[in-house]
């Protein structure tokens, strides 16, 4: 084994891992970029102290894609409240890049705390300190070194990353840019430059060879950078850029346009190439973009939820106005059912004026369920819905939407909700309202879809594993939804087709609809409190059918917004703001 490294800290935690101690009960040892220390489930045997490198924590439960918790830094404990407890660890925690670590026995921690009262009564005050940052829905430790470097001809790095730098600089925090320069520093100079800013952002340039290989393993999160305009470089096994965040989803992707680029195009080849967690789209020179970055880096990027809810989700489009006439950024969108339709058209890039337009003529001017058929699968035969979405989204790819997407179907084959991230648009929104009963069924291919509210209709907990800034969620599905009036059968066939109300479909439409949005409390419970801002706009006076009810649902969002949005007693984008160095010293 290899000398000990000294620890400088005099904290109380440092001095239980000094020599003495390590030369006795606790072990120390390297564990690479990618290993995992302890899963979830493990024992809670030891207490571990990381002197060097970084820890992630995450947290993966059936049916969701890992939840990226935060970061572990040198000089801190980890499985420290599973260890006090005496039960199984709750999350997974990996190292990040290859992280130097003491492992304390269980028997030996409990001998130290009663000879030095000041072990327990520190770790207490750090797992006090954790319980209230979880409380207040913020990250164990948010990431805070960034890397970036190029893939293809993605030319000059510097200048996109000294941008980002100076958005981070408005936004109240020390941050540097680290290139090639820095490729003979120690260990030590490294540590120190993460400690005195809060952001430190390595880049590098194609040229520089290891250095690359360094950024890409120093680092909480690594972004490659690429040409949008261009196509992406094919797989070469000799410039492999390998990184321990790969596996743990921690790689992005962001694609330069230039900037009079329209919409992007051909993201998906982009995505088969680099298989990046996440894409993001900038343009050259337009400065919010620039600002968007920012937000994610610091994490205050703002996530905009939309559920399920037949025509009752017009109230999402009176939300989305409130929201922009707040000045409130949207980062990030998801949503479910005619939630996801809506959250698409932002995506899209729609204004007010155009996103009110294109949902009249979608679904209010005439019904889509109009198309009433032989209820062998369904009640309608889906092609006027098919034939709507073809017309207002055509053969636009998730991938290339401005901002970061998805929607949610449910998969009667698999058992478990379907998360769309990629692929055409339309297909996916289709598949995502695709109501049991009301239109057929989706198909990809051997599987059946179906409207995303059958599993989960309000999907903040999913919005959350995507990023850590704040979200905003309007659920409207609460309050009354069906009555018995909602159901009756109408005393006169020949009447209700006379009076037009067959255009809303019958009334075990709005039987299907409401079985279909019933979440769990337990789903619901989750959902909320993934949420920083949760909107419920009253819309129990909307029948779930009735699609021509566009004005009504809109002003509630609107105003239940509003309401929302004037409770709070900062911007929504700082509601998950860390303090910075500075205004710890400060305090």
Known sequence: MAALPDIPDDSALARLFGKERV????????????????????PSDQLYFLRAGRLGVFRREQGNEPQFLGVIRPGEPAGEMALVAGSPHSADVVALRDSEIFALPREAFFEACETDGSVMAELAKLMI?????????????????????????????????????????????????????????PTEWFSDVERTHDFVLYLAEAGDGGWRNVVARQVDRLFRVGRGDRKPPKP??????????????LVDLILMHPADTAAPSGSEAWLDAINPARIFHMRRDHAPDYE?????????????????GGARAYAHVGAIRALRERGVPIDFLGGVSMGAVVAAGVAMGWNDPEMDKRIREAFVDTSPLSDIALP?????????????????????????????????????????YHMHRRGLLRRALRA?????GVLPPATDDNNVLVDGAVMKNFPADVMRASQLGPIVGIDVTTGRSITADDVARPVSIWRWIWSGQWKKGPPIVSLLMRAATVSTSRDV???????????LPDVAKVEIRDFSAFDPAVAEGYRATMAALLKLDRPVQALRRRTSIAERAAS
């Open 292 to 308: 968007r970055i920012a937000r994610v880096l610091t994490g205050q990027s703002v996530g905009l939820v939309l559920s399920g």
């Open 376 to 416: 062998i699968l369904a009640m309608t035969q889906g092609l006027v819905v098919d034939s709507r979405l073809a017309h207002h989204f055509g053969q636009t790819q998730i991938a290339d939407l401005w901002l970061p997407f998805f929607c949610l179907s449910s998969n009667l084959t698999t058992g478990a």
């Open 236 to 249: 070469d096994p000799a410039q492999a850029l390998p990184s321990p965040l790969d596996g743990q989803q």
């Open 525 to 535: 419970a989750a959902a909320r409190e993934a949420t920083d801002v949760l909107v």
């Open 129 to 185: 300190l954790r319980t209230r940052q979880a409380a207040a829905k913020g990250a164990v430790g948010e990431p805070s070194v960034y890397g970036f470097v190029p893939t293809g001809a993605a030319g000059v790095v510097r200048p996109l990353v000294e941008r980002l730098a100076r958005e981070i600089d408005k936004l109240g925090y020390s941050v540097t840019c680290i290139g090639a320069e820095a490729q003979s520093a």
């Open 432 to 436: 995502s309202i695709s109501l049991p």
């Open 23 to 42: 030369q006795g009960d606790a072990v120390w040892f390297s564990l690479p970029g990618g290993q995992t220390l302890y899963a979830a489930g493990d």
